[in-house]
């Protein structure tokens, strides 16, 4: 039972690249949330989704999309990345939000 | 436009002695209130939550005290321990969770 896994742990991008960040629950949970955390900063909530097929914007949706084709899969997408994306991206799962150890991602 | 606001960066305490985080919040529509707490290189962790019917909530040694009037909350851990040592962020929600920026405790033997 891996709760929630992220990958990959460290990522390095380019301006102007694009990735996505993968977050899997073995869960079964409904509720899925992307936040980043950027230095001596709290959460901010990327996009959360309810449920397969449902995805809604949260405080800071500029700049990723999402999708939730399946119940365990919630990836985050960044199509141009820009340095103010450099961050520490959770993924949480449920009501009371079981994070998962985070990606680190640095755009130069 | 910071609605849920941790005011001390930092807090130092001794082992055996009570700690005392605090928590501020602009927005009255908050329902529900969660403490995480977060060690390095790792996602935060689910510590203990209050919802806004209720003003005190106990989990062994770990107690949030919820004043609506104030829009204030608190967390007590009695007695704290060096492994208590993390950064502890308090969020609220009423949909969607806003978090503070978190305050980092340090545990002294």
């Known amino acids: 039972n891996a709760g929630v896994t992220q990958t990959p742990k460290f990522r390095i991008l380019k301006i102007g690249q694009s990735m996505t960040l993968q977050c899997t629950q073995d869960?079964?949970?409904?509720?899925m949330y992307w936040y980043r955390q950027d230095p001596g900063m709290g959460l901010k909530l990327i996009y959360y989704?309810?449920?397969?097929?449902?995805?809604d914007k949260g405080e800071v949706p500029n700049g990723y999309n999402v999708s939730r084709s399946t119940t365990e899969d919630f990836p985050l997408r960044l199509e141009l990345a820009a340095p103010s994306q450099t961050s520490v991206y959770f993924c949480?799962?449920?009501?009371?939000?079981?994070f998962g150890p985070g990606t680190r991602l640095t755009v130069l | 436009d910071q609605q849920v606001k941790q005011n001390s960066p930092s807090l130092s305490v001794q082992e055996g002695r009570i700690s005392i985080l605090n928590c501020d919040y602009t927005n009255s529509m908050f329902d529900y209130f969660l403490w995480y707490k977060k060690y390095p290189a790792e996602g935060p962790t689910f510590l203990i939550s209050i919802s806004s019917i209720k003003d005190k909530n106990e989990d062994g040694r770990f107690t949030v005290f919820l004043n609506k009037s104030a829009k204030h909350l608190s967390l007590h851990i009695v007695p704290s321990q060096p492994g208590d040592s993390a950064v502890y962020f308090c969020a609220a929600s009423f949909g969607d969770m806003r978090f503070g920026a978190g305050t980092r405790l340090t545990v002294k033997p």
């Open positions: 989704s309810v449920g397969a097929g449902i995805t």
């Open positions: 949480a799962v449920g009501d009371t939000q079981y």
């Open positions: 869960m079964n949970h409904n509720y």
